[in-house]
């Protein structure tokens, strides 16, 4: 079943003495947190800090744990994803660290900023010293712990089941925890690190290998998978196959045993959001918005309307000065007195001015009556707006020769949609002449008016029976007195007649002597068999479908054979079963009968180790590796999700407790020195 989250505030908080230790079991996927001595952890939450911005104040509200998805559309999730402090399984991000802590020491029922309990807290096998040593001065420095307390989760959890009778003083402790899988090898009850392995694999990478395969078996509900829904699916439906070959070949025969293993799971149907509609203040509201909006985009219109009023009445005053000018220069000396103007006559000045007076009179929103008065006072022959056409070429320039040439292009452009307005025009008289000569005959005659409707009809109905006859090619006789036949005078298109030409060409290549395919109407009804125009799609269902379909039960199981091929998701590492034989060849002291020892007592813990199936899988894949005949003993802890935490409390409520951790004044007198040199000892446990 999926982890339950506690996240309730507890008020016993000043009813604990400063001597009594906090217990904190910090992993990867669930942070935990209680006092020494009980057997249950206080406060449960997932390892994770998101913060988002709210979608009404724009204020960045951190959320620290597990949510409730109904609360998050309030805030905008989409640049604040949910992050955590670890990588693999050490902490790295201390800023998310503290927001975890203040959390969780808030649950726990503390007011204030000062923590006056000791702490024993948990990390991974061989933490690195630079992790710890921000750990202690978090804890020193923030939060004023008079003293700390470093554990692994691992070996807490097999000290408290061996002290329940579950496993012996010598053993292996397998922990497939959240990023990270442990091999821990006990001798005489105390971990041994030196034969300790570690593979980055783990139950994140099963949830996340889980997540891909559903969302390419099914790509339209990618939403829909979420994490958590996906997690859940894994704890509640997955398992370890004993041989996982053997279980494919089961699903792929679909026998009964493979039915009776399926799950179906169907997504909850989310009835789609209805809005509530918006109230009277809330429409006044939109509506003033929208109305300064729009004011303002009018200022914005009216101001840039203005500023081209002003360009063009300046353009305009240019060019009457121009013509004024103009006026007083002999004729042949105009070209030489506009070549610094851009213009080549003064024909071309006098159209470029009509053109800039229609822009503004248009600019001005003057009514189309006066824009049209002006355009009727230019040369409607298009002298004014083509004054090179009349000019012989062997008199311009290059330059004008390039410009005449668009000139005309440009005049005979014009005229041709002047030819079609035209055209256009008159059609519309005919079709306005022909409809009142209807009307007439109909007033006059209406029983001759509608004979000649039905006559009329008929021709066309005749005429587009024949022409779907030519195009279809079927359903007529051809004087065979065969019906469904197809007559020679009949017409093929082009595809059909390549078609039958191939066909004709693969009976004659096939050795069968004279080409007679094609004479006969079954040939043509085989024809249209095998056209791709007449292509069946009520067939059965598709191989590859039914593939995909048993593909989703399989995912029961191929999701954690991970655990023992890290390969199939590109980590090149050993699987579980073979850690355990790493770890034993790792150790200082070798021999047969501490092997056997060893083999003899393989404890399991760490949530992913509650597959179902584990220990046989993991027996069986040991077994390969080990000697003919050696002892093999797979056993599993009481609670894997909780040992670690109830063997941590109970140690730290022992009254040696004290003189296993190192001080707050240590810690200032000797700095890293004694974080580095500090070494658990599980002995007393």
């Given at each position: 079943m999926p982890f339950i989250s506690q996240i309730q505030r507890q008020s016993d908080y000043r009813l604990f003495p400063s001597s009594t230790p906090i217990v904190i079991d910090n992993g990867a996927s669930y942070f935990r947190i209680g006092w020494a001595g009980e057997t249950e952890p206080r406060v449960i939450f997932r390892n994770i800090v998101q913060r988002p911005r709210h979608k009404a104040t724009g204020e960045t509200v951190t959320i620290v744990g597990d949510h409730d998805p109904t609360l998050l559309k309030y805030f905008d999730c989409t640049r604040s994803g949910p992050r955590s402090a670890f990588d693999s399984n050490v902490v790295f991000q201390f800023e998310i660290m503290e927001y975890i802590l203040d959390f969780g020491f808030d649950r726990l029922g503390a007011n204030g900023s000062q923590i006056d309990h000791p702490i024993l807290i948990t990390e991974c096998v061989c933490n690195p010293f630079q992790s710890r040593s921000k750990m202690a001065e978090l804890l020193f420095e923030t939060y004023g712990v008079p003293s700390i307390a470093y554990g692994v989760d691992a070996a807490f959890s097999y000290k408290y089941n061996q002290q329940q009778g579950v496993c012996d003083k010598d053993g292996l402790a397998i922990c497939p925890g959240f990023t990270t899988t442990h091999v821990i090898p006990f001798i005489d009850g105390e971990p041994i690190y030196q034969g300790s392995c570690r593979t980055n694999i783990g139950g994140y990478h099963i949830t996340d290998y889980m997540k891909q395969l559903l969302s390419l078996k099914y790509p339209h509900h990618m939403a829909r998978f979420s994490w958590e829904k996906v997690e859940d699916l894994k704890m509640e439906h997955c398992y370890i196959a004993p041989d996982y070959v053997s279980e494919a070949r089961l699903f792929q025969k679909g026998t009964k045993e493979a039915e009776d293993k399926t799950r179906l799971w169907q997504l909850p149907w989310v009835p789609p959001p209805t809005e509530e509609p918006p109230s009277e203040e809330e429409i006044a509201r939109k509506a003033a918005i929208k109305e300064k909006q729009g004011q303002r985009l009018r200022e914005m219109a009216e101001a840039k309307r203005s500023s081209r009023i002003?360009?063009?009445?300046?353009?305009?005053?240019?060019?009457?000065?121009?013509?004024?000018?103009?006026?007083?220069?002999?004729?042949?000396?105009?070209?030489?007195?506009?070549?610094?103007?851009?213009?080549?006559?003064?024909?071309?000045?006098?159209?470029?001015?009509?053109?800039?007076?229609?822009?503004?009179?248009?600019?001005?929103?003057?009514?189309?009556?006066?824009?049209?008065?002006?355009?009727?006072?230019?040369?409607?022959?298009?002298?004014?707006?083509?004054?090179?056409?009349?000019?012989?070429?062997?008199?311009?320039?290059?330059?004008?020769?390039?410009?005449?040439?668009?000139?005309?292009?440009?005049?005979?452009?014009?005229?041709?949609?002047?030819?079609?307005?035209?055209?256009?025009?008159?059609?519309?008289?005919?079709?306005?002449?022909?409809?009142?000569?209807?009307?007439?005959?109909?007033?006059?005659?209406?029983?001759?008016?509608?004979?000649?409707?039905?006559?009329?009809?008929?021709?066309?109905?005749?005429?587009?029976?024949?022409?779907?006859?030519?195009?279809?090619?079927?359903?007529?006789?051809?004087?065979?007195?065969?019906?469904?036949?197809?007559?020679?005078?009949?017409?093929?298109?082009?595809?059909?007649?390549?078609?039958?030409?191939?066909?004709?060409?693969?009976?004659?290549?096939?050795?069968?002597?004279?080409?007679?395919?094609?004479?006969?109407?079954?040939?043509?009804?085989?024809?249209?068999?095998?056209s791709k125009d007449n292509d069946d799609d009520d067939e059965g269902p598709d191989e590859h479908e039914a593939e995909l379909a048993r593909l989703t039960s399989r995912l029961r199981f191929r999701c954690p054979e991970i655990l023992f091929n890290p390969n199939w998701i590109g980590i090149d590492q050993a699987g579980l079963d073979e850690m355990a034989g790493v770890s034993i060849r790792r150790l200082p002291t070798k021999g047969q009968e501490l092997e056997e020892r060893l083999t003899s007592s393989v404890f399991l813990t760490g949530g992913s180790s509650l597959f179902p199936g584990m220990s046989e899988r993991l027996e069986a894949g040991i077994r390969m590796i080990r000697p003919c005949g050696s002892p093999i003993r797979i056993v599993k802890a009481l609670d894997p999700i909780l040992d670690a935490w109830r063997g941590a409390s109970a140690y730290a409520a022992a009254s040696h407790f004290p003189t296993q951790t190192f001080t707050k004044e240590d810690y200032y007198e000797k700095g890293e020195d004694c974080v580095r040199r500090y070494q658990f000892r599980y002995y007393t446990l």
């Open positions: 002003n360009e063009l009445e300046n353009e305009s005053h240019g060019l009457e000065f121009l013509l004024q000018q103009l006026e007083q220069v002999e004729e042949h000396d105009i070209p030489s007195f506009l070549s610094a103007t851009g213009y080549v006559s003064k024909q071309e000045v006098e159209s470029a001015l009509v053109k800039v007076r229609q822009s503004l009179l248009k600019a001005k929103g003057e009514p189309k009556a006066e824009q049209a008065e002006l355009e009727e006072k230019t040369d409607p022959a298009g002298g004014e707006r083509f004054p090179l056409l009349n000019i012989p070429d062997n008199m311009l320039t290059p330059e004008q020769l390039k410009e005449k040439k668009r000139q005309l292009f440009l005049k005979t452009t014009s005229e041709g949609r002047q030819r079609a307005k035209q055209k256009r025009y008159e059609e519309e008289l005919e079709r306005g002449r022909r409809n009142q000569q209807d009307e007439q005959k109909r007033l006059e005659n209406p029983e001759l008016y509608l004979e000649q409707l039905h006559a009329k009809y008929k021709d066309l109905s005749e005429k587009v029976e024949q022409r779907k006859r030519l195009k279809t090619n079927g359903g007529h006789t051809n004087g065979n007195s065969f019906s469904g036949s197809v007559g020679r005078g009949e017409r093929l298109n082009a595809a059909q007649r390549e078609r039958m030409r191939l066909l004709t060409t693969a009976a004659f290549d096939r050795g069968k002597g004279e080409d007679t395919f094609g004479a006969r109407d079954e040939d043509w009804q085989l024809y249209k068999l095998m």
